[in-house]
RNA sequence: CGCGAAGUAGAGCAGCGGUAGCUCGUUGGGCUCAUAACCCAAAGGUCGGGAGUUCGAUCCUCCCCUUCGCAACCA
């Protein structure tokens, strides 16, 4: 689309069940900020609408986890992800929520829309139905024995043993989770959105006209569904948490989750026009409204195919573009909410933007990093030590350097104001300056209209290196001790460093929807007005006025230091230890009999229990979870590593007698060799006991 | 299984018909205004494997191998 008349930007709607990490961040918020703050410096009517998704069965699963409401875990965890977006300069106009009255009318509408034409079907179903709590079963909700594994850990959505899909049908001797009994079949009817209505016109849409402008990544993934079959898929679900179904005959049914969360678009785009006395209207239904949705990829099938149908039968306006990224990798594994792997977005603001050294620079260095690496084209991965080598090398030492150089050689060669342009002896190297910093406008705007930001971002940075180049052509400083002989030396320097001011001024503007704090460090040092960002500066040459007075340099950005990436990788792999041991036991698992495989005495012969009393115990540095220990057993002393650091301090436990393994093999734990294996038992919530004889008993007496 | 995406220098990534580029790293040199920063140069790749189309293929076609994703949650 060609000069529309405003553009609707959305972000994939967070789902209110977690923190989020920077992943997510990578894939749909930062690119849709650094688009929206290229469109608002181009004065461009825009509208930029995100919010929290909190509907679906997981969000009171995850009430259930921690003791609490559904309203409380959407209450916190709407305020928490509200407030980490903050934190890291995404401009929202509105971050709305899906649990506002508002949100519950824009979306029965549009339900109520599309049943009153005829657009849904209904159809008829046998579910499970738990007759003690007298509702219906989500897929979730179900538990039994898997077909697959025989594993009794199986939920009528996917085997937690062998991770196998599956439906609830296929369990064997199904339970309701709710009151631990058999659950019966009931007929039910739910109503379904026919995509196979409408494949003609996805083809047409997506496949022909969206062929080349979309990316590779997004056509392909729509192909494979529209060619593959698309099903009707239900939009209501028997649940008593969501958004009720407008119909009289539909008691105790809501809304499915995927049906409500886009609409969710919509309604914060009514609120943002109900708190700037703004008409929403033409965001949703005029055809000069360009809408553009980030995502990632998992998104893909609902912001291409099942959204758009939606949209469609509804009258409104369809996305221009579906800028959808693929994933981002950490530290070469998987980023993953369940094994702990992951950087959550919260961490990072504690860890960085919340110290004494953060800040605003820290919040741009991840913008950064993250764009710089964005998965654009295919998965990509973020490393602590690219983290720090980008910062570092890029950030720091050519655009930071090539800022703060200007701005002390300024003060030391200019008298710390903008000095005169002689024009009359400007060599082919300023020329060649001039020609740059007119070219990177049109640059980066292409690149960013293309939705390539990782390459718009290269040609800033790429800017301020020539800047680098340019100046060590000109040497001003080698000019400077020239001057008591040839006082004419002072109009190439005048020269190098008006250019030199000029391309900061042009930086500003460039980096500012990247790395807006940034900008605006640079704006107090140049002394200037926000206005100067005004994207219709770029690439002008006389943006600071001659004479006028600058202030002193401040560094942009600091480093980041090795012992930071080394304690982040730490914390990581101490968080993925703590993960793993609590997936062997979940907090919400009934006590089972997990009896593992018959053995015979002779392999339980081979274990060499003794008794055994701590005689000193220390925390091993660095590690979140291990306690270094002696133990006596009467023969001899030992060190046993041993990881029970969350739950002992290392002073409560000296004195204690415990049973060990005596002849496990050692093994090397943080550099410290453990012989042996101290006996604990563990509570279903993770909680560690020691296990010991009931009385006193002599050191290295054999337990069997 | 099938479908989609991807496999390119030590690392991270571009390119996509005319025998390969960028950033970091490495090595050597220059400069010293600057956050031991900057600048220049060099080394380093049979572009996953095989076959085909073409005057010519990393880029097109086919087969194979590997990785990721595919309407549970999840950017």
Redesign the pocket.
């Known amino acids: 689309m060609t000069d529309p008349k405003r553009y609707l930007v959305t ?8 923190l ?10 930062i690119p849709a900020d650094i688009y929206v703050r290229y469109l608002r410096a181009q004065k461009r009517d825009v509208v930029f609408v995100c919010g929290s ?1 909190e509907h ?3 969000i009171p699963i995850q009430a259930t986890k921690e003791g609490t409401t559904p309203r409380a875990i959407i209450d916190k965890y709407h305020q928490a992800m509200k407030q980490d977006f903050e934190d890291l300069s995404m401009s929202f106009d509105i971050y709305h929520r899906t649990s506002e009255p508002i949100h519950h009318e824009t979306a029965q509408e549009f339900f109520t829309y599309l049943n009153d034409r005829n657009e849904l079907e209904i159809k008829e179903s046998e579910q499970y139905y738990d007759e003690e709590a007298k509702t219906f079963l ?3 909700y179900i538990k039994g024995t898997c077909p697959n594994c025989g594993s009794d850990r199986a939920y009528g ?2 085997c937690e043993n062998c ?1 196998r ?1 599956l439906s609830p049908d296929e369990l064997i001797n199904p339970v309701s989770t709710l009151s631990g009994k058999a659950p019966v079949k009931k007929r039910t009817s739910h109503w379904y959105l026919p ?1 196979g209505k409408h494949e003609e016109f996805l083809r047409e849409w997506i496949l022909k006209e969206h062929k080349e402008d979309w990316r ?2 997004v ?7 529209i ?5 009707s ?1 239900a939009v209501t679900r028997d649940l008593d948490w969501g958004i009720k179904v407008p119909l009289k005959d539909a008691e105790g049914k809501v809304l ?3 049906f409500d ?1 886009p609409i969710g678009y919509v309604s914060a785009t009514k609120q943002w026009a109900i708190n700037n006395k703004k008409d929403w209207k033409p965001y949703w239904y005029d055809k000069d409204t360009k809408l553009v949705h ?9 912001h291409c ?2 959204f758009p149908i939606m949209l469609k039968l509804h009258g409104n306006i369809l996305p221009d573009n579906v800028p ?7 530290e ?1 594994d ?5 094994r702990n792997w ?1 950087l959550d977005m919260r961490d990072y603001i504690n860890d960085f933007v919340k110290k004494e050294n953060g800040g605003g620079q820290c919040v741009d260095m991840l913008r950064y990093y993250l764009t ?2 964005a ?7 973020f ?1 602590w ?2 983290f720090q ?2 910062v ?15 701005w ?2 300024m003060h ?2 200019c008298g710390g104001k903008v000095p005169i342009l002689h024009t009359e002896i400007l060599d082919e190297n300023d020329k060649i300056l001039n020609a740059e910093i007119e070219g990177s406008k049109a640059k980066v705007e292409t690149l960013l209209e293309q939705y ?1 930001f ?2 718009a971002l ?1 040609e800033v ?2 800017l ?6 340019y ?3 000109k ?4 000019a ?2 020239q001057l008591a002989a040839n006082p004419d030396m002072q109009k190439n320097i005048d020269n190098t460093m008006h250019l030199c001011l000029q391309l900061t001024a042009n930086l500003a503007i460039l980096i500012n929807p990247f790395l807006p704090n940034t900008a605006k460090s640079m704006l107090n040092m140049m002394k200037v007005v926000d206005k100067m960002l005004d994207w219709e500066n770029a690439g002008k040459l006389k943006l600071l006025s001659i004479g006028y007075s600058l202030r002193e ?1 401040q ?5 980041i230091e090795d012992a930071e990436i080394t304690e982040q990788i730490e914390k990581l792999k101490a968080g993925l230890m703590k993960s793993e041991a609590g997936v062997q036991k979940p907090a919400d698992e009934p006590p089972t009999s997990n009896l593992k495989s018959q053995i015979q005495y002779d392999d339980f012969a081979k274990l060499d229990l003794k008794v055994a009393t701590i005689t000193a115990a220390e925390k091993v540095p660095k590690a979140d979870k291990l306690l270094k220990l002696e133990v006596d057993l009467g023969f001899e002393k030992r060190t046993i590593v041993s990881g029970i650091a969350l739950h002992f301090k290392p002073e409560d436990i000296i004195g204690k007698q415990v049973v060990i393994v005596a002849n496990l093999a050692p093994r090397k734990m943080k550099g410290i060799e453990s012989n042996g294996m101290i006996l604990m038992a563990e509570e279903k919530d993770g909680q560690l006991k020691f296990i010991n004889p009931g009385e006193p008993t002599t050191n290295g007496s054999p337990v069997s």
């Not at 972000?11 to 977690?18: H, K, Q």
């Not at 301020?464 to 180049?469: E, H, M, P, T, W």
Request: glycine share 10%; charged share 25%; with cysteine.
């Open positions: 972000s994939a709607l967070p789902y209110a069940n977690g989020k990490h920077v992943g997510h961040l990578a894939g749909a918020y998704d679906g069965t997981a989500a897929d979730r959505d996917q991770g899909t995509l590779a990544t056509v392909g993934q729509c192909k494979s569904w060619e593959g079959g698309l099903q898929r499915y989750v995927w969360a980030f995502i990632g990829k998992d998104n893909i099938v609902f195919i099942i959808a990224n693929e994933f981002l990798n950490l070469g998987k980023m993953s909410t369940s992951k710089q690496i998965p654009e084209t295919k998965d990509s991965e490393t030590k690219g080598d980008a570092n090398s890029e950030l720091v030492s050519i655009f930071g350097n090539f800022v703060n150089r200007t002390v050689l030391k060669l390539k990782r390459e290269y940075i790429d301020s290196r020539k800047g680098n180049q100046m060590q052509k040497e001003p400083w080698i400077a001790k340099p560094l942009l950005f600091r480093k």
